[in-house]
């Protein structure tokens, strides 16, 4: 199970950290990722941090302003979003795999709403 927090409305410019902790699984097992779906348009990619955490992927739209980390101790992975833009609104999901990214295990969205 994933559950996701932190979302909230924020203005443009503002910091919010959405976090996801994990239960029933072995966490440091898996890669994890976030996701968002903005209204009216298809869930996509935003970053994914490997098993280990040394590896870190970011969609280019976010590239410099997220961070996405991990902490395995207590089976959290949390997303940093600095500077928010008011397109960077959308239900952000997490998500958990030991393979690809074609079927994750979800977890229920947070909503993020950025005013400008």
């Known amino acids: 199970q994933l559950q996701a927090c932190g979302g909230g409305l924020v203005q443009a410019g503002d910091s919010l950290r959405l976090s996801c902790a994990a239960s029933?699984?072995?966490?440091?097992?898996?890669?994890m990722g976030w996701f968002r779906q903005a209204p009216g348009k298809e869930r996509e990619f935003v970053a994914d941090?490997?098993?280990?955490?040394?590896?870190?992927n970011y969609a280019e739209s976010v590239k410099g302003r997220f961070t996405i980390s991990r902490d395995n101790a207590k089976n959290t992975v949390d997303l940093q979003m600095n500077n928010l833009r008011p397109e960077d609104t959308a239900v952000y999901y997490c998500?958990?795999?030991?393979?690809?990214?074609?079927?994750?295990?979800w977890g229920q969205g947070t909503l993020v709403t950025v005013s400008s």
């Open positions: 029933g699984r072995t966490f440091s097992s898996y890669n």
């Open positions: 998500a958990a795999t030991r393979t690809t990214w074609r079927n994750p295990d």
């Open positions: 941090i490997n098993w280990t955490g040394v590896r870190r």
